[in-house]
């Protein structure tokens, strides 16, 4: 595992065009994407952001318009569509869906709509984020490429041989069969994209005490954590903050089942001796905040930092994004996950011992509350937290990934 500390922007080469695809249903995705391209920008290149409807009150993609980006249309997976099914149906709904990938990744669909735009377009490079085609349609277009995804999630393929070897019968069998089809149309052979991605740069935002080896994959870099902080008006019952009363953090980020976990744990919560701040994200409905006890406030989006730096706790579905905020500022905090990712989150935060995992079993709502009080009042989760934010340059990781890609962009990276 590469570990870069930064180099230096290539002053000297000519005005480069990075497309990315950043799997706009997803904030932590999105937010990476932006904080790099901001960057970029900065320095002379030309950016473009793609993905599929920057008008879905889901779309994260707003973020890089407001931004100033440019914005054009390409077909992506629709986790949109997957989490609201899962929010209403459970996890059941998840494990159908991943065997009917025709309903929210018609990979075909996909694979053709980024090959147009990227020969449109021209790039130099594009990037991804954890997008599932965009190194086969890089390859197809004959344009580099580059991803940006965790070390932990790349590890957890390459040393486990039950992940791995499900995620390729999957990616081989229902995934390939819609991709075959689009290769044909293309008047491509049948490409395995997995050797693809074993060979591109991947950018790993992730702290040097969490970056894992990778073994599979030929050019990991770790960069240093990408802390998005959303360009949101603090709310207006900040000024509460500054009393004794200790203050935990709730947020599950653009893809966690709030409304639920709300609901279910107003009770216990209630009981505690903690103030309560949730960020809803859009995810809660209006009767639960109505229904919500005297020691709850919320606000649809907040600048997080500003937050939790009055914060003792947070509790979180296990996203990525939500997690860095969280030991930037050097909170302890309970994970919530709901999916494979989270989960491996919450497995890490709980082994070097800034978390708490809880799982959605009987007695859900009791061992929250305990977990809660567990995280605010022994010290050690802190002690942890805050050795890791200082270990965290909130400014360095897009610096460091901006200057990687244009190592790649121009064949100037290191071997």
Known sequence: MRWDKGAHSLNTVRALKFLFFPLSWVLAHTSRCVEIGKVLRDRGHDVVFAGADIDHPKSNLRLARDEGFRIEQADEPN?????????????????????RPQRWAPVGKILISQVRLIERESPDMIVGAQSMTVSLAAHIANVKCAGIINSYLLSTYATNPIIRHYLIGLERGQFGRLRKR????????????????????????????????????????????????????????MDELEDETPNVYISMGSTGRLDLFLRKCYAPLSKLPYRFLVTTGGLVKEETVRNAPPNFRFTKFAPGSQLLRHCRAMIFHGGNGTMYQGLANGVPMVAVPSHIEQGVNARIGRKIGFAVRVRPWIGFAYRIARAVERVVEDPQYRNVAERIAATIDPDAGPIVGADILEQYATDEHPE
């Not at 949109?80 to 459970?90: I, K, L, P, S, V």
């Open 79 to 99: 986790i949109a569509y997957m989490m609201d099914r899962y929010n209403t149906f459970g996890a059941y709904s998840g494990t159908l869906d991943l065997s």
């Open 182 to 237: 689009a290769l044909n149309e293309l008047g491509q052979p049948n490409i395995d994209p997995l050797p693809l991605l074993k060979k591109m740069p991947l950018l790993c935002p992730d702290a040097p005490e969490l970056l894992r080896d990778a073994p599979f994959f030929d050019h990991v870099h770790g960069i240093g954590p990408i802390i998005f902080e959303h360009p949101a008006p603090l709310p207006d019952w």
